[in-house]
C-alpha cells in the first residue's frame, strides 16, 4: 500500500483526473514542450513591438506621438490582462486549458495583423508629397487595434499560467526532483531571452527586407506549431486542482474588514481569530492593521461559513 501511493503524486493529477502516476507523468519531458510555447510568445510579442513605430508612422501615417502611445497601450495592456488570465486560471479554466485559450487568442491576432500589413485596402495609399497625404481611416485603424488586442490578450494569459504549469510537472515536495525545478526556471528564462534575441534580429530583418505580413505568418505559424506541440504531452502532463484566486479572497478580506470597521481590534492580536496551524502562521505585524478587523470574532460567527484568509489571520466569517 505504501507503494502504491509513494508511486503518484498527492497534489496533481493526470488528465482523466486520476492520481498522477510519478512515472508516466511530469517531468523534463513535459516542460519541455511548455517551453515551446514561451519562446513563440516572446517571438511573437517583441517582434511586432520592436518595430511597430515605424509601421505606423511610415505605413499607416500616424503622427509619432499617436504611433508611440500605440505601442505603449499595447504593452500595458499585455501585462494588465495578465490579472485576468490569473484569476481565470486560479477560479475555473486550470493552467493547461488556459495557456490553450490564450495561445490560439494570440494565434488569431498574428494573424489577423499579417492579413492588415497584406491586404492594401487595409492601409492607406502611399504617401508621395504632401498632396496625396492621407491618414488611415477608422476602419483601417480599427482592424489593426483588434489584431494587436487580440495579441495582447493572448501574451497576459500565456504569461499569468506558463511558468506555474511548468513547475507544475515537479514534485517540490522532493528534494531530488525540487532541485530540477530550479533548472527548469534558468531554461525558463534562457527561453525567454531567445525569443526575445531572434525576435529583435531575425523577425525584424524579415520585416524590413522581406515583408511584414511574411513575419507575422511566421510568428502564425510559430505560435500554431507550438499549440499542437503542447496539445500532444496532453497525457503526460501533471495537473494541479485550482485552489481559488487570491484576488477573490483578498477582496472578501477587505469587503469583511468594512463591514467590521466599527468595531475595536481586541488588545491582543492572538486573540484574533485564526485556524491556520501553528507552523503556517506568518508573523503579526502592525502594517494594515485596518484589515485585521476581518478577523475580529463577531457573536454569530461561528454559526455562519467560515473562509479561509490566506497568510496572518488565517479565516474570516460570513
Not at 503524486?9 to 482523466?16: E, H, S
Not at 513591438?49 to 500616424?62: K, Q, S, W
Not at 492621407?134 to 487595434?145: E, R
Not at 457573536?299 to 461559513?305: I, L, M
Request: glycine residues 10%; proline residues 3%; hydrophobic residues 40%.
Amino acid at each position: 500500500m505504501e507503494g502504491k501511493v509513494s508511486a503518484t503524486v498527492a497534489d496533481a493529477v493526470d488528465y482523466k483526473g486520476f492520481p498522477a502516476d510519478r512515472a508516466k507523468t511530469g517531468g523534463w519531458v513535459p516542460a519541455a514542450l511548455i517551453l515551446g510555447i514561451e519562446i513563440c510568445e516572446r517571438l511573437s510579442t517583441m517582434g511586432i513591438v520592436v518595430n511597430l513605430v515605424t509601421y505606423l508612422g511610415g505605413t499607416m501615417h500616424l503622427s509619432s506621438s499617436a504611433s508611440a502611445n500605440v505601442v505603449t497601450d499595447f504593452m500595458g495592456t499585455s501585462f494588465l490582462l495578465c490579472l485576468l488570465g490569473g484569476f481565470l486560471a486560479d477560479s475555473f479554466l486550470g493552467r493547461f486549458k488556459t495557456i490553450v485559450i490564450f495561445a490560439f487568442i494570440q494565434t488569431l491576432g498574428t494573424a489577423a495583423l499579417g492579413l492588415s500589413t497584406k491586404l492594401p485596402q487595409l492601409q492607406p495609399p502611399p504617401c508621395h508629397s504632401s498632396e496625396n497625404f492621407k491618414q488611415a481611416s477608422g476602419l483601417q485603424i480599427g482592424i489593426l487595434y483588434l489584431a494587436l488586442y487580440l495579441i495582447a490578450i493572448g501574451t497576459g494569459g500565456l504569461k499569468s499560467s506558463v511558468s506555474g504549469f511548468g513547475t507544475d510537472q515537479f514534485d517540490e515536495k522532493n528534494e531530488e526532483v525540487k532541485t530540477q525545478m530550479s533548472y527548469f526556471f534558468n531554461r525558463f528564462f534562457f527561453f525567454i531571452s531567445l525569443g526575445t534575441l531572434m525576435a529583435v534580429t531575425v523577425l525584424v530583418y524579415i520585416q524590413d527586407e522581406v515583408g511584414r505580413s511574411w513575419a507575422y505568418g511566421i510568428c502564425s505559424v510559430s505560435m500554431f506549431t507550438a499549440i499542437l506541440t503542447l496539445l500532444y504531452g496532453t497525457k503526460r502532463y501533471r495537473y494541479k486542482k485550482s485552489q481559488g484566486s487570491p484576488i477573490v479572497q483578498i477582496l472578501q478580506v477587505i469587503i469583511v474588514a468594512i463591514k467590521k470597521r466599527k468595531m475595536d481590534l481586541p488588545y491582543d492580536s492572538g486573540l484574533l481569530y485564526e485556524n491556520s496551524p501553528e507552523g503556517l502562521r506568518i508573523h503579526h505585524t502592525n502594517q494594515f492593521r485596518c484589515l485585521d478587523k476581518a478577523a475580529i470574532v463577531a457573536e454569530g460567527d461561528f454559526e455562519k461559513k467560515t473562509i479561509q484568509i490566506p497568510g496572518t489571520h488565517g479565516s474570516y466569517a460570513r
